[in-house]
C-alpha cells in the first residue's frame, strides 16, 4: 500500500474496520428493531362471522382455510357447535367485507355478529 500524500501514514486494514464497526451495528440494530417493531404499528382487529351453513364436522375446516388465505389475516377461530368464526385481523391490508367474502367463495355465506 503506498503512503498518502507523502506523509508517511499509511492505514492499516484494522483501523479501517474498526472505524466501520460502530456504523455496521448501528445499522443492523436499526433493521432488527424495524423489523420486529412493524407488527406493533399495525391496527388490529377482530371480527366474528357467523356462519350458519357449516353442517359437518369438516366445514370448519373448509371456513378456517378460506379465511387464513386472505392477505392480513393473522388469527381464525372457527367453532362448528357455534356456527361462527373468530378472525382477527390487520384492517390496513383487508376488511370484514373481504372475510365475509372469502367464506362464501368457499360455500359457505357468513354474515357479521354484533
Same mark, same amino acid.
Given at each position: 500500500m503506498k503512503n498518502l500524500s507523502g506523509t508517511? @501514514?499509511? /492505514?492499516s486494514p484494522e483501523g479501517i474496520r474498526r472505524r466501520d464497526a460502530p456504523w455496521k451495528k448501528l445499522l443492523a440494530s436499526i433493521v432488527l428493531a424495524s423489523? @420486529?417493531?412493524a /407488527?406493533?404499528?399495525a391496527d388490529s382487529q377482530t371480527v366474528t362471522l357467523s356462519v350458519p351453513g357449516m353442517t359437518c364436522a369438516a366445514c370448519p375446516l373448509t371456513v !378456517? !382455510?378460506? *379465511?387464513?388465505?386472505? +392477505?392480513?389475516?393473522? %388469527?381464525? +377461530?372457527?367453532?362448528f357447535d357455534d356456527? #361462527?368464526? *373468530?378472525?382477527? @385481523?390487520?384492517?390496513? %391490508?383487508t376488511s370484514a367485507l373481504a372475510l365475509s +367474502?372469502?367464506? #362464501?367463495?368457499?360455500?359457505?355465506?357468513?354474515? @357479521? #355478529? +354484533?
Open positions: 508517511g @501514514f499509511r /492505514p423489523l @420486529f417493531s /407488527p406493533a404499528w !378456517k !382455510k378460506a *379465511l387464513t388465505r386472505v +392477505e392480513g389475516v393473522t %388469527k381464525v +377461530e372457527v367453532s356456527r #361462527e368464526a *373468530l378472525v382477527t @385481523f390487520d384492517d390496513s %391490508k +367474502e372469502a367464506s #362464501e367463495n368457499a360455500g359457505y355465506p357468513a354474515s @357479521f #355478529e +354484533e
